[in-house]
């Protein structure tokens, strides 16, 4: 296939990743400013503007954190370029750009959802609209994904698609852990001691994790079994360890059908030994923020790597 | 003009009594529920975007995309009404290739004195760097789309030749698709010739123009300016439905000697080029220097044998109306017969005489400029203001040769659904023609175009217009 259109799938699929993340940070921020006092909703809204990295877009606009203006910001201002009804833009152009190469129903999936996103996001979001738009975007992704898993050939297509989605997946875990990572401080200091559980449910809220991690931990929330569920439990279809390992599969198979291994398998390969045989333990020793800073650049070094591999641009 | 009683409607008698070709559709609308047909109207516009059938407006930021709207009555030709125009519309695509050939080589008919030497020299479509040189398997016209109207039962009329690059065939197959989804039951009750292999014979049909360096079996792809281009949904689903790969100037480049392009795993060579952007902007090197959208060097690649292009460059200039107006003279030239689809009476005002007449009788008459097209910078004399018709008098005087006239015809009408039941509109049609050197290939269908403004004979979809599934009958 040309590498253009192996450039759009992948944009294609690292957008619509994208757009759901941020639909389950808002989700999650959502619950916790109705379950706080207005303080501590506000510093919410801040940390979900600052996990999604435009606090200074945000501020230039706005003087304080509050949630119409915290969503709509993060949903449909033109002044945040990254916003989802943008993002979303983004991933109907570049499905656009690579129609020859998705199937029918993909594509239709694409488009109904954009046309309902699209419209939905056309005026300001309302408190009693907001629930509906973020279903809409999560719904959209699983939609997406159904498509992609039951109508796609198995080829390099599809693993351009499954690539862009786990390098954009592990960055956004790896970003949402990083931002929180000081909460956890406290309790290395006493060990076993619990954590703020309002703070971590929201977490793992965020990353469709909560009940999850409940039934593997009892309940019980501490900065160890955070780690260990976040960061390395393979059996976890948004934690670190189960992206480093899907992406590895998938650019495995891009090696065998070009019959030729490139620079993104031999990054692949040094990445993977930052995490196999590592524990919780080795992490804190380490330093979690440290962990996760080094896991972030080797995942933006590996999916720049795809792209010169496979001539996405030149 | 436009009056609905004395044109030739296509589904009715005047008497109210329904034709031949369209008795058993009548049957069946007659027994569904007007209520039910409402509601599967507004469904049609839903489904169309669905899919993204759609075609962009430049200049307009919040309605970027429209659709084209569908109508849900079947254009129907009965198959000998058919046979009849088959045999027409082949014998003016094998001339129109014989007429470019003859053009780029040694111009018989200008020796002849059939058609003046002017014609094509003044024709900004005329590539010079085409002279003497043979396009693979001699075939200009790959692809083209003539345009038709009907007066009366035996009465087809060729409006306009398309062969630079025809679209609208997107619409020929997403209109079948549509109406087959919407009304399963009626395709059972009558038999309608399929138009859904179209894709398939076009690879065929471009396949066999294969360039003489290909080697093995020749890879296809679709040229597009880009996902911004009005008519981008068509390239994609037509490189979607050949298996061809969609191409965009950035990823062609020439190595070796070939044009080729850009995949995951290095440069491939292709081997025939559907393009579907203007010569002006196919080789920087030889045309625009500023076009982003082509192939430096594509050009040199061409004349040596390294790739096809489709259709041929310098094609363009059998599209030109003036040199329309020569068709039937060129028909003769060519193929020795009489032109079996004849013109429309046209007027060229380059002649003294013509212009004229044409000026004396403005508001009877349709005046175009020689290379316009899409509606645009046309005179409808019969609906035009005095105005009007006074501004576009100073135009022609200034610069008579630019334009023709053609009587206005009484195109024929075609029931369209609306609110309050069937109603009769003035329609087109554009079959489309493949051409390789295994023969003339015309899918058993086309474009049909609808004026859907009451009594209004302006087609184009930039001006109004929809379109409507076309149905050739089995026999």
């Known amino acids: 296939m040309l590498g253009r259109t192996a450039n759009g799938l992948f944009w294609m699929f690292r957008y619509l990743e994208r757009a759901e993340n941020t639909a389950r940070l808002l989700e999650a921020g959502l619950r916790m400013a109705l379950t706080r006092d207005l303080t501590t909703a506000r510093e919410e809204w801040r940390s979900v503007i600052s996990t999604l990295g435009q606090r200074r877009q945000y501020e230039a606009g706005y003087e304080d954190y509050e949630g119409p203006s915290a969503w709509n910001f993060v949903l449909r201002d033109k002044a945040n370029p990254a916003n989802v009804r943008e993002m979303f833009g983004a991933v109907r152009s570049n499905a656009r750009v690579a129609r020859t190469s998705i199937s029918s129903e993909m594509w239709e999936a694409v488009n109904e959802s954009w046309m309902k996103l699209d419209s939905m996001l056309s005026r300001p979001v309302s408190q009693s609209a907001v629930g509906d738009v973020v279903t809409t975007i999560r719904r959209a992704g699983t939609q997406v994904h159904g498509a992609l898993d039951g109508s796609m050939l198995r080829n390099e297509a599809y693993h351009f698609a499954r690539a862009g989605t786990y390098v954009e997946r592990a960055e956004s875990t790896a970003r949402i852990l990083d931002m929180k990572y000081y909460l956890l401080l406290p309790s290395l200091n006493h060990v076993g001691s619990s954590l703020d559980s309002g703070q971590w449910d929201q977490v793992l809220r965020s990353v469709a994790g909560a009940s999850a991690y409940t039934w593997l931990n009892a309940g019980e929330i501490d900065a160890r079994g955070i780690v260990q569920f976040l960061v390395l439990d393979e059996r976890f279809p948004r934690s670190l360890a189960f992206c480093r390992g899907a992406l590895r599969d998938n650019l495995a198979a891009l090696a065998r059908i070009h019959g030729r291994e490139g620079g993104s398998n031999e990054l692949m390969r040094s990445a993977d030994m930052q995490i196999a045989d590592t524990s919780a333990d080795d992490i804190f020793d380490m330093g979690l923020h440290e962990f996760l800073i080094d896991y972030i650049s080797r995942n933006a070094a590996i999916g720049e790597a795809i792209g010169e591999d496979y001539r996405f641009l030149a | ?475």
């Open chain 2, 1 to 475: 003009m436009g009056d609905a009683q004395t044109n030739f409607d296509e589904m009715k008698h005047a008497d109210g009594e329904i034709r031949p070709a369209y008795t058993d559709y009548c049957k069946w609308y007659d027994e569904q529920d007007p209520r039910w047909l409402k509601r599967k109207n507004s469904e049609a516009d839903e489904s169309f975007r669905r899919t993204g059938i759609t075609f962009n407006v430049y200049g307009e930021d919040e309605a970027e995309e429209r659709l084209i709207p569908f109508d849900m009555v079947p254009r129907v030709i009965t198959a000998g009404e058919w046979r009849r125009l088959t045999r027409g519309i082949e014998q003016r695509v094998r001339a129109l290739n014989a007429f470019l050939y003859d053009l780029y080589h040694r111009q018989e008919i200008i020796r002849a004195g059939r058609v003046p030497e002017r014609l094509f020299r003044n024709n900004a479509a005329w590539l010079p760097n085409m002279v003497g040189f043979t396009p693979p398997g001699g075939i200009y016209t790959h692809i083209s789309g003539i345009d038709l109207v009907r007066t009366g039962p035996n009465d087809f009329f060729v409006l306009e030749d398309n062969a630079r690059t025809p679209s609208g065939v997107s619409y020929m197959l997403e209109n079948r698709e549509t109406m087959m989804a919407m009304f399963p039951d009626l395709f059972s009750r009558v038999a309608v010739e399929s138009v859904s292999n179209y894709p398939r014979r076009l690879a065929r049909s471009l396949a066999a123009c294969a360039p003489p360096k290909c080697e093995g079996t020749p890879r296809i792809a679709v040229l597009t300016p880009g996902i911004y281009n009005s008519a981008y949904f068509e390239h994609a689903f037509l490189a979607d439905q050949m298996g061809a790969e969609l191409v965009e100037g950035s990823d062609l480049r020439v190595v070796n000697g070939r044009v080729q392009m850009r995949t995951t795993s290095g440069y491939t060579p292709v081997d025939v080029l559907y393009r579907r952007v203007d010569d002006d902007y196919l080789d920087p090197l030889t045309f625009e220097p500023d076009s982003v959208l082509g192939v430096p060097g594509i050009m040199d690649v061409y004349r040596s044998g390294g790739i096809t292009i489709a259709n041929a460059p310098g094609t363009g200039v059998s599209d030109d109306k003036a040199i329309y107006s020569f068709m039937p003279e060129i028909v003769e030239f060519y193929t020795g017969e009489k032109a079996l689809l004849p013109n429309v009476e046209t007027w060229r005002c380059a002649d003294e005489d013509s212009l004229a007449y044409v000026l004396d009788n403005l508001e009877e008459l349709v005046v175009k400029e020689v290379h316009g097209s899409g509606g645009y910078g046309m005179l409808i004399g019969p609906t035009a203001t005095k105005k009007d018709i006074r501004t576009f008098r100073a135009k022609l005087e200034a610069n008579p040769e630019n334009y023709i006239a053609q009587p206005t015809l009484s195109l024929s009408t075609c029931p369209i659904f609306t609110a309050k039941g069937l109603a009769p509109r003035h329609v087109d049609l554009r079959p489309f023609v493949l051409a390789s050197p295994k023969g003339i290939d015309i899918t058993p269908g086309g474009l049909t175009r609808v004026a859907l403004k009451k009594g209004s004979l302006v087609v184009n979809s930039s001006q109004g217009g929809g379109t409507k599934d076309t149905w050739v009958l089995k026999d």
